[in-house]
């Protein structure tokens, strides 16, 4: 997801941070996402997920289906334990995307009711479905914008 002139930083930094229960840190430079990346390679603790999943509709199988762990391993794992570098990302990234969402449609439901619903713009699938791999991630963040825009295709 490239930066976009409609998404607040600071606010969305703030919120994605306390959504992950991961300690805010300085800002590295004019661009937020360098903050982002160091957290990625750091790595953020299983314990996010379960903060995470607070702030969302989701189920932890679907969450983990999501990050590719599966569900047992994140009942398993100590909740210190850190997540892979790519699981890291994907959590970060839909944390941003759920972000926009709720920012959107003003509730955690109303978004929840849209990634579940068929939409054409999409192949006529449903968002969700999209959101395990990066590039179906972009597509659904895309919309969204367009959404914000008032452009519905």
């Given amino acids: 997801m490239e930066p976009d002139e409609t998404i607040n930083p600071v606010k969305e930094r703030e919120t994605v941070t306390r959504w992950l229960n991961i300690k ?20 953020i603790a299983t314990k996010s997920v379960n903060y995470f999943l607070k702030h969302t509709n989701l189920t932890k199988k679907q969450l983990g289906k999501l990050i590719h762990v599966s569900t047992r391993t994140l009942q398993r794992n100590d909740p210190g334990k850190k997540l892979d570098i790519n699981s890291s990302e994907r959590l970060l990234q839909l944390a941003r995307l ?13 978004f929840g009711k849209w990634l579940e619903s068929p939409n054409l713009a999409l192949g006529n699938k449903k968002p969700i479905d999209f959101l395990e791999t990066s ?11 367009r959404i914000d825009f008032g452009v519905f295709s």
């Fill in 98 to 110: 759920f972000y926009k969402g709720e920012e959107i449609f003003g509730s955690t439901d109303r």
């Fill in 24 to 43: 805010e840190q300085p800002s590295t430079g004019t661009n937020y996402q360098f903050n982002y990346i160091d957290i990625i390679k750091e790595g």
């Fill in 135 to 145: 590039l179906g991630s972009e597509l659904v963040m895309d919309e969204l914008l």
